[in-house]
């Protein structure tokens, strides 16, 4: 069953065209990752489905959420869905928590907010239950803790908490991994990956990293400069990328090198690359495999 299904989505910037006709499908519980570098309009994307672009910005196609089209739908009821059916984790730990409050009062917040009639009791196990799901050692003591007394990694675990707390079936986590170093970028990996077994999450994961993509996706997508370029099942990209965009993010996974059973293509200059791209718009997507869909004619 299709949770989420974005069709044709065009967004614009003025002159910017920072996502061309983009269409994705997400299952219940499966889990997708959105990789290209800076610019290819990931982030814009995510902020979309959100309904969290600024007025700047024209969007146009669809985007349907468990049948219901998220573009048509009122702020009030974006609301109601924000932080309760789907949820989001950004980036950078700090900048998304308030210094000046306890931890568990934000995350308590999260919850009150889609759940007003629970006592304050039963907001309290909701967090804590939260923050245990997120495998934040001390719940109980920590949670009038603020967030400068919590390592990176522990701050990226709460603001995962305040996500999770209302079991949400779709998680859109942007980069969320790349401000922490690759320890403890490796153990938040590891929490998604649990969470989504524990509550049959969907998730949008997305990074610039295919290699961090790769341990918690089922499905790959390949975005650049606003297009998509590639798709297909995790094994299929590492195994057969189609796309010489795709193979030269390969070419930056040097221990997935070994596991191709054929040689990499050579990828040329980004000069080489640009030209590609700028006729690439022209060039339908095509189905070379099932389910393994590439945007070239070769
Ligand atoms: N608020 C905005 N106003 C104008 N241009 C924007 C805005 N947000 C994003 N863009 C542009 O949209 C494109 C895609 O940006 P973004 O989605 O942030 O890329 P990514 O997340 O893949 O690095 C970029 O060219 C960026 O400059
Ligand atoms: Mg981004």
Do not use: C
Request: net charge negative; no cysteine; charged share 20%.
């Amino acid at each position: 069953m299709t949770l989420l299904g974005i069709d044709n989505l065009n967004i614009r910037f003025g002159a910017t065209q920072a996502v061309r006709g983009l269409s994705l499908e997400i299952a219940a519980g499966e889990s997708l990752g959105l990789v290209g570098e800076s610019g290819s309009g990931k982030s814009v994307t995510a902020l979309a489905i959100l309904r969290l672009l600024d007025a700047a910005a024209a969007v146009e196609g669809s985007i349907e959420f468990d049948g219901r089209d998220l573009l048509a739908l009122g702020p009030e009821a974006m609301r109601q869905l924000r932080g309760r059916e789907m949820a989001m984790i950004f980036q950078e730990p700090m900048t998304a928590l308030n210094p000046v409050m306890p931890v568990g009062e934000q995350i308590a917040e999260a919850v009150r907010v889609h759940r007003r009639g629970l006592k304050r009791s039963e907001v309290r196990d909701k967090v804590l239950e939260a923050m245990h799901a997120v495998a934040l050692p001390d719940a109980a003591e920590r949670y009038g803790d603020y967030p400068h007394q919590f390592s990176g990694g522990q701050r990226q675990r709460i603001l995962i908490a305040m996500a999770v707390a209302n079991r949400p079936r779709l998680l859109i986590a942007d980069e969320p991994t790349t401000a922490l170093d690759v320890t403890v970028q490796a153990q938040i990996l590891e929490l998604l990956a649990d969470l989504r077994q524990r509550f049959g999450l969907a998730m949008l994961f997305i990074s610039h990293d295919l290699a961090v993509v790769s341990q918690v996706v089922d499905r790959v997508a390949v975005m650049r400069h606003g297009l998509l370029l590639e798709q297909a099942p995790r094994a299929a990209i590492f195994r057969e990328p189609l796309h010489p965009y795709t193979r030269s993010l390969l070419g930056a996974v040097p221990t997935m090198r070994t596991d191709l059973d054929r040689p990499l293509a050579m990828v040329g200059s980004e000069n080489a690359i640009a030209q590609i791209s700028s006729d690439e718009a022209t060039v339908p997507l095509r189905e070379a495999a099932p389910g393994h869909w590439v945007r070239t004619s070769l």
